[in-house]
């Protein structure tokens, strides 16, 4: 299992190769391995409360980017979002973390073969808009699925289109 890292990018980080964004966030988003149940226990909250990895460990966790000793895909990543619609577009928190970790993830994924995750937003009924609701922009990926509080679950119909990148690439 996998869960974000949130972290200043070393100067050496190109954010100018990857196309859809115009300027480097200060931040960026890894997913880092939790290794056991009680790996995920001694999480501590951050300022925010979100249980969090402890720097510290950082060196020693693998990355979902990979390196030459993981041959890592991840297969599902639930993603947070403030707001989604019926035509499966996420209104996230606006840092873009989840949207520049996924186009990176997407760079790596087509230099190594993997494949993409399935991207499932989990919401309230009353956070599912009707289609064309949600404004999105080149940087911003598309949801394979919705699972509202409601009951429903959205399936996104062609998951071809996420093979290519983002929303409008």
């Known amino acids: 299992m996998y869960v974000p890292y949130i972290h200043r990018h070393p100067p050496s980080h190109a954010v100018s190769s990857l196309a859809t964004f115009n300027s480097a966030p200060p931040s960026v988003m890894d997913m880092l391995e ?6 995920y226990h001694s999480l501590q909250p951050d300022s925010w409360g979100i249980p969090t990895i402890p720097k510290d460990s950082i060196s020693s966790r ?5 390196d030459a000793e993981h041959d890592t895909t991840l297969d599902l990543i639930v993603m947070p979002g403030v707001a989604f619609d019926e035509s499966f577009k996420r209104l996230g928190h606006g840092k873009g973390y989840y949207d520049y970790f ?9 230099a190594s073969g993997k494949r993409m995750p399935v991207l499932v937003a989990l919401a309230f009924d009353s956070q599912v808009l009707p289609k064309d609701k949600v404004p999105v922009d080149a940087s911003d990926w598309l949801m394979d699925i919705i699972v509202t509080g409601d009951g429903r679950c959205l399936r996104r119909e062609s998951p071809k ?9």
């Open 62 to 66: 693998h990355n979902a980017l990979g």
């Open 34 to 39: 939790l290794s056991s149940l009680e790996d």
């Open 161 to 169: 289109e996420k093979e290519d990148g983002a929303v409008l690439n």
């Open 102 to 110: 996924l186009t990176r993830y997407n760079k790596a994924k087509k």
